[in-house]
């Protein structure tokens, strides 16, 4: 079953994380000095808070699937709907191993599609110098107006990756 995907940036992350905790009646996920991930049946979402250094507010939305093949055919339908969409393939971010396509909608809100299969010791692999530097989250290789269905290297000029 695919979950709905939030993603936040915060100023304070202990505050956001007492918050959170409250408002969901669960403690996090996941929880490192950076980040934190609540992974909700109730309601049916993957909620997470970063204090990276970016603008507060949402990164980026996003739809997390169970299978490669929902990937795939999610995949597909980002790009019938016509924007760009990368694929960043094995990606190591937000402590975890993912496959994963990114796209915008037609106002320029992110949207991270992304298959887990398993678990990561560091935070976002080898884009963490991106995330320090504000810069957006997308796979590098980025251009606005092209399509691309092929693999995309993570954390150039536009990564942040999670």
């Known amino acids: 079953m695919n979950r709905f995907h ?3 940036n915060v100023s304070d992350l202990d505050a956001s994380v007492r918050f959170y905790t ?14 934190a991930k609540w992974m909700l049946d109730d309601p049916r979402i993957n909620f997470a808070i970063s204090n990276a250094g970016r603008a507060q507010g949402i990164d980026h939305l996003g739809i997390q699937v169970d299978s ?49 299969f398993g678990e990561a010791t560091a935070d976002r692999g080898a884009s963490a110098a991106c995330a320090n530097e ?14 691309t269905a092929g693999p995309v290297a993570c954390c150039g000029s536009h990564a942040s990756c999670c």
Do not use: I, M, N
Not at 134 to 147: F, K, L, Q
């Open 22 to 35: 409250e408002l969901f009646a669960a403690s996090p996920t996941v929880k490192k000095h950076d980040y």
């Open 6 to 8: 939030v993603h936040l």
């Open 68 to 116: 490669d093949d929902a990937l795939q055919q999610l995949g597909e339908r980002l790009d019938a709907a016509g924007q760009t969409v990368l694929a960043e393939p094995d990606a190591t971010c937000c402590y975890a191993k993912s496959d994963k396509f990114w796209t915008e909608d037609p106002q320029g809100t992110r949207w991270e599609t992304f298959h887990t």
């Open 134 to 147: 504000g810069e957006s989250c997308a796979p590098a290789g980025h251009a606005p107006g092209s399509r």
